[in-house]
């Protein structure tokens, strides 16, 4: 079993920054073996995918509404992925998860941390 727990979230102002981490742990798990990924559901919409990195951080991804603003990194002797968000904007807001991904699933979620970002 694995636990990620978000932290790191709160209200900012446009124009602002904020950097969430999300710490893993479990028995048997070894954290530098998988992909991580930050996901973002803002109020009345769906859960959407914001960034991604590969276990050993080589490969990133990122959709393009975030693109140039936010930095995914991972520490993997901390078992520690971070999102660092830049020029925040208030499309920005909602509760923002991170995830595992095994055999190509995104397995296991965080509980989540709310970002706000008013105008």
């Known amino acids: 079993q694995v636990q990620l727990v978000e932290s790191g979230g709160g209200l900012v102002q446009a124009g602002g920054s904020l950097r969430l981490s999300c710490a893993a742990s479990?028995?048997?798990?070894?954290?530098?073996?998988?992909?991580m990924g930050w996901f973002r559901q803002a109020p009345g919409k769906e859960r959407e995918f914001v960034a991604a990195?590969?276990?050993?951080?080589?490969?990133?991804y990122y959709a393009d509404s975030v693109e140039g603003r936010f930095t995914i990194s991972r520490d993997n002797a901390k078992s520690t992925v971070y999102l660092q968000m830049s020029s925040l904007q208030p499309e920005d807001t909602g509760v923002y998860y991170c995830?595992?991904?095994?055999?190509?699933?995104?397995?296991?979620w965080g509980q989540g941390t709310q970002v706000t970002v008013s105008s």
């Open positions: 990195i590969s276990w050993s951080g080589g490969r990133i």
């Open positions: 995830s595992l991904k095994v055999r190509g699933i995104w397995e296991y």
């Open positions: 479990g028995r048997t798990f070894s954290f530098s073996s998988y992909a």
